[in-house]
């Protein structure tokens, strides 16, 4: 596989162009129904080899060139999509279990009310609720 990925990996370093024969271009156009599993790869071979702050740059600008209307911009199907998708799965969760699991663990412990809208809470709660704001 090592010539397969050191071309994917080549072909992070250049712009990519519509009309060029790129092994990301080709990914992305062969894959049309399920760009999951392609995504996820690929996203795993840049963070093996250190390049996937190249990878997603290179594939983010693509595809904010290529849309036409920016209110559809990372709304799509897309290799983009779909790698930032998984690169927080993989990078982003695990931090923010790391960040979040103590304070939502003492909350959950605590049993403190912690609902914001006011009609989910019973007539008991809004009572209690009003007379320590007074």
């Not at 390049?51 to 199907?77: A, V």
Request: hydrophobic share 40%; proline share 7%.
């Amino acid at each position: 596989y090592e010539p397969l990925i050191e071309m994917l990996l080549e072909a992070t370093e250049y712009p990519l162009q519509p009309d060029v024969c790129n092994p990301i271009n080709m990914l992305d156009e062969l894959t049309c129904n399920d760009r999951t599993e392609v995504a996820t790869t690929l996203v795993k071979i840049c963070l093996g080899q250190g390049k996937i702050l190249e990878y997603l740059d290179l594939i983010t600008s693509q595809e904010i060139h290529q849309t036409k209307d920016p209110t559809t911009l990372f709304r799509s199907n897309s290799l983009a999509t779909k790698s930032m998708d998984q690169f927080m799965k993989i990078i982003a969760m695990p931090y923010l279990m790391d960040v979040l699991q103590i304070p939502l663990s003492q909350i959950f412990a605590e049993r403190r009310q912690t609902e914001l809208d006011p009609s989910r809470l019973g007539p008991r709660a809004i009572y209690r609720r009003a007379s320590v704001a007074t």
